[in-house]
Structure formats: structure tokens, C-alpha cells
């Protein structure tokens, strides 16, 4: 990715900014709402003060929980990938679709049958063996001797597309996550530190089910009957204090201060942010309109769709683990979506009468 004056652009501040755009989107279609709703002679001010009372009601502060635990797991996102090898982490993340499931049995008292656990468990395979790398891609390959990534938040875009985890990211990842991490390592720490990558991995998997689900049961249990575009607005009112205070004041502000805000910027960096937001968006309408367990099938159907446009793009080469895993998700979404078999009447008989 191009530098711009030979600057990196500093993750913190695109997390930070990425949280403005979807406060700014979701804001906007708020107040489309509440003006839809109110007197064609309603003044601006009084359409503000109900977008206002919306936003900051009793329960809003229930918004501040997904978004520490969102926070959370960004965070530990940068732990696993600066010691972990990129397969182990996109394989060992998959665990998501089944922490997910465990907490919509758990919190919001959802039923799964043996066929849909099964299929659950399919697709968590599936996408994991989609990702394995078998060496025939380039980025299958690393260099044994290159650098490992220290400790520190990536900076290039493609880490920052992998950790939002959207279609953009798998158009992208094979081409360059490891040398993304890697291409700036001048400071390179030699030691990455799998126990503490896995460890971060699994707790990330586990507050993603948490948060996801979370938000889903604020949303589908509010007696508020306050609207997702308001929910949206919480959640990202309440993101904006960590990722500026943890992100851009205490990590960055020192290289900030010298360097500015906007160091390293260019159109590619904003198109990241762009997609990052509208990202965010699609997730949630996907959990309120579906829930978390269709999502995640939607994200894992998403990587085979990416992996297919990267042929195109990127000369991605089909391999065998690629079909194997595909037939695998795709299986494993059929069984999760027929209906079961239909169990036959218990008494004949009583049907004859
Ligand atoms: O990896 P996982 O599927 O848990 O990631 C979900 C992503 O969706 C997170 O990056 C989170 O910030 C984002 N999200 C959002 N708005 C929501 C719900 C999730 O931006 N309402």
C-alpha cells in the first residue's frame, strides 16, 4: 500500500474515525425516521430534541457494554495477530460460530437441535479449512527466515480489513496480511508467543459471541421500542471513549502530536474506513432483521465468495482444501436451513377416525 510522504497512517485514528462515520450514518437515518414521523410544521430544533431524548434514555447506558466488550476484542484481535502465524489465527477465530450459538442458547434461551449443532460444527470446520493455506497462494508462504510481527497494532489496511472481518478483508487477505504485518517490522520483535496468541484468540471468540449476542437481546428484548438506527447510535457514542481515550490518546497521542492526526492519509485509507462503518451497519441489520447465528453463516459464505472474486482479482488459485471447505460450508448452511424430519404422527389411528 502506498505511503503517503513516508508515513504510515496509525490504526487508532482510523478505529477512532471508523466509529464517527457509523455515529454520522446511523444519526442521519435517525433523524430521517423521527422527521418522517413528526408534523410536516414540526421546527428542526424540536425534531433534534426528540432525536436527542431517543438517544439518551434510562437504558441507553445497556449500549455501553457491547461497546467495551467490542473494544475488547479489537484489542486482543492485534494480541493474536502479532503472535500468531495468520493461518492459526483465521482458523483458531472460526471458533466464533460456535461461542456465538452457546451464547443464544444460553442468553436469550434459543433452542438448537442435534442437526443444527451438527451443522454448526460443519461450518466452523469448513471455514477454517477454506483458510488453510496449502502453499500453492503466495501469501500461503511466508518467508521461514522473515521477521515475526512484535506486539503492536498493525498498520497497514489490509490488517485493518482483516480485523473488521468483511468482505473486503478476504478480497484482500491472501495478498498481503503477513507481509502487511511484516513489510514495516524495522523494529521487529523476534518473538511471537503462541500460548498467549491462543489465549487471546479464544477470549476474542468468546466476547464476540458475548457482545454479538448481547446486542441482539438488547435489541429484540427492549420494551423501549427504540429502533436499531437509535441502538446503533448508543453503541457507537459509547465506542467513540475508548477507541479515542485507549486508541488515539494514550497509544498514539506522542506520535499524533508530532506527526498529526491525519498522517499517511490517503483515498485507500478512507475507502478502509468507508467499508469498516457500513461494515458495521450490515451486521447489524443482519442481527436484527436475522440474528448472530445467520451472520456468521453470511460472513463464512462471504469468505468463499471472496476467495472466488480473488481469482479474478488477485490470482487466487483454487486448491483442494479450498473445495473441500467450501462444499463443507455450503453443506453445512443446507442442513442448518431445511427444515428437519418431519416427526410422523404418533397414533395413526387417530388420524383415521
Ligand atoms: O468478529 P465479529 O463477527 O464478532 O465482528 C463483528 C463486528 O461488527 C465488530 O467489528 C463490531 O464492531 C461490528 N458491529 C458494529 N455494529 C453493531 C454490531 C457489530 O459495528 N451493531
Not at 459471541?209 to 457514542?237: C, P
Not at 483515498?267 to 442481527?287: E, M, N, P
Not at 460450508?329 to 427444515?339: G, I, R
Request: aromatic share 12%; with cysteine.
Amino acid at each position: 500500500m502506498p505511503l503517503v510522504g513516508g508515513n504510515r497512517f496509525l490504526a487508532s485514528t482510523a478505529v477512532f474515525l471508523n466509529e464517527v462515520a457509523k455515529l454520522a450514518i446511523c444519526l442521519t437515518v435517525s433523524l430521517y425516521d423521527i422527521s418522517r414521523n413528526a408534523p410536516p410544521s414540526a421546527p428542526a430544533t424540536s425534531l433534534f430534541k426528540t432525536l436527542y431524548n431517543s438517544v439518551f434514555t434510562q437504558d441507553s447506558w445497556k449500549l455501553a457494554i457491547p461497546a467495551s466488550l467490542y473494544t475488547l476484542q479489537n484489542t486482543l484481535q492485534y494480541v493474536a495477530v502479532s503472535n500468531l502465524d495468520a493461518a492459526t489465527l483465521q482458523v483458531t477465530y472460526q471458533l466464533k460460530i460456535l461461542t456465538t450459538a452457546l451464547f443464544s442458547v444460553t442468553l436469550l434461551h434459543r433452542s438448537l437441535t442435534a442437526r443444527k449443532w451438527v451443522s454448526l460444527v460443519l461450518l466452523t470446520l469448513g471455514v477454517a479449512i477454506v483458510q488453510l493455506p496449502d502453499g500453492s497462494n503466495p501469501a500461503d508462504s511466508p518467508p521461514v527466515d522473515s521477521p515475526r510481527p512484535e506486539l503492536r497494532i498493525p498498520h497497514s489496511i489490509d490488517d485493518l480489513f482483516e480485523m473488521g472481518g468483511l468482505l473486503a478483508a478476504h478480497l484482500t487477505r491472501r495478498s498481503a496480511t503477513y507481509e502487511g504485518i511484516q513489510e514495516d517490522q524495522g523494529l521487529a520483535h523476534p518473538q511471537m508467543n503462541a500460548t498467549v496468541g491462543l489465549v487471546a484468540v479464544i477470549v476474542a471468540c468468546t466476547i464476540s459471541g458475548l457482545a454479538g449476542v448481547y446486542f441482539e437481546k438488547v435489541l429484540k428484548d427492549s420494551n423501549a421500542n427504540t429502533s436499531l438506527w437509535i441502538r446503533n447510535v448508543q453503541l457507537s457514542f459509547y465506542s467513540l471513549f475508548p477507541a479515542f481515550f485507549i486508541g488515539v490518546v494514550l497509544k498514539d497521542g506522542e506520535q499524533i502530536a508530532e506527526k498529526g492526526f491525519f498522517m499517511g492519509y490517503n483515498y485507500v485509507v478512507w475507502t478502509a474506513i468507508a467499508f469498516q462503518a457500513l461494515g458495521g451497519v450490515v451486521v447489524s441489520l443482519c442481527v436484527n432483521y436475522a440474528d448472530n447465528i445467520a451472520k456468521n453463516f453470511a460472513t463464512s459464505i462471504s469468505i468463499i465468495i471472496s476467495c472466488l472474486a480473488s481469482v479474478y482479482f488477485f490470482d487466487f488459485k483454487i486448491t483442494f482444501s479450498f473445495l473441500i471447505g467450501g462444499a463443507m460450508v455450503m453443506f453445512a448452511t443446507y442442513l442448518y436451513s431445511s427444515p428437519g424430519r418431519r416427526q410422523p404422527p404418533r397414533n395413526i389411528a387417530s388420524y383415521e377416525k
